[in-house]
Nanobody
Framework: QVQLVESGGGLVQAGESLRLSCAVS????????MGWFRQAPGKERAFVAT????????DYAESVKGRFTISRDNAKNTIDLQMDSLKPEDTAVYYC??????????????????????WGQGTQVTVSS
């Protein structure tokens, strides 16, 4: 069993920064890729960023490239999302997700919700103009 808990959300103005964290507990050794997704009111859940098991590979949605940075600390069992130059369109509930480890996988990261097995409860990020 794996549990994920997000934190760090809040209210900020456009241009400011925010750092989200996701704590992983339980059998963390079963976690492979991890990712961040977000969902705005009335919209579908969207991919934000993903990171491989070792942290060596990352991938980002085009809308956040150059502004967001995903990182992973396996010693602390945490995954972070540093968000800089925030825009009003970044407003959403942010969720962290973890993929169950599989020995043979043709990829190290994933930008698709269907590949993830565990999800956190989400943390609200609101960016005002």
């Amino acid at each position: 069993q794996v549990q994920l808990v997000e934190s760090g959300g809040g209210l900020v103005q456009a241009g400011e920064s925010l750092r989200l964290s996701c704590a992983v507990s339980g059998r963390a050794f079963r976690v492979n890729a991890m990712g961040w997704f977000r969902q705005a009111p009335g919209k579908e859940r969207a991919f934000v960023a993903t990171i491989s098991r070792s942290g060596g590979s990352t991938d980002y949605a085009e809308s956040v490239k150059g502004r967001f940075t995903i990182s992973r600390d396996n010693a602390k069992n945490t995954i972070d999302l540093q968000m800089d130059s925030l825009k009003p369109e970044d407003t959403a509930v942010y969720y962290c997700a973890a993929e169950l480890y599989v020995l043979y996988t043709g990829r190290s990261t994933s930008r698709y919700s269907r590949d993830y097995n565990y999800w956190g409860q989400g943390t609200q990020v609101t960016v005002s103009s």
